[in-house]
Nanobody
């Protein structure tokens, strides 16, 4: 039974930094490409960052490039997302998701965590 559990969310101000983590259990973490998906209030889920199963190839949505970094540690089964210079366009619930390959559409990921909220205020 695969479980994804996010942590690290919380209220921040513009230009603050925050680091999200996703602990994965119940499966061989190294088998899965992963993603961080953001759902802003009233909007659909969007993939903001994704990473290949070996952790060597990454994808970023344009608005987060240079500010967010997705990492996948296959030794401690943890997906991370350090975020810097947070902006008013960044708030939402952040989910980690696992799939059979790297997808650019959120709905194609098969396994999801419960999400962690990241409110951003001016």
């Amino acid at each position: 039974h695969v479980q994804l559990r996010e942590s690290g969310g919380g209220s921040v101000h513009v230009r603050d930094s925050l680091r999200l983590s996703c602990a994965v259990s119940g499966t061989d973490f190294s088998d899965y490409p992963m993603a961080w998906v953001r759902q802003a209030r009233g909007k659909e889920r969007d993939v903001v960052a994704a990473i290949r199963r070996d952790g060597l190839v990454t994808y970023y949505e344009d608005s987060v490039k240079g500010r967010f970094t997705i990492t996948k540690d296959n030794d401690d089964n943890t997906l991370r997302l350090p975020m810097s210079n947070l902006q008013l366009a960044d708030p939402g619930v952040y989910y980690c998701a696992a799939g059979r390959k790297v997808y650019y559409s959120a709905h194609e990921y098969q396994t999801w965590g419960q999400g962690t909220p990241v409110p951003v205020s001016a």
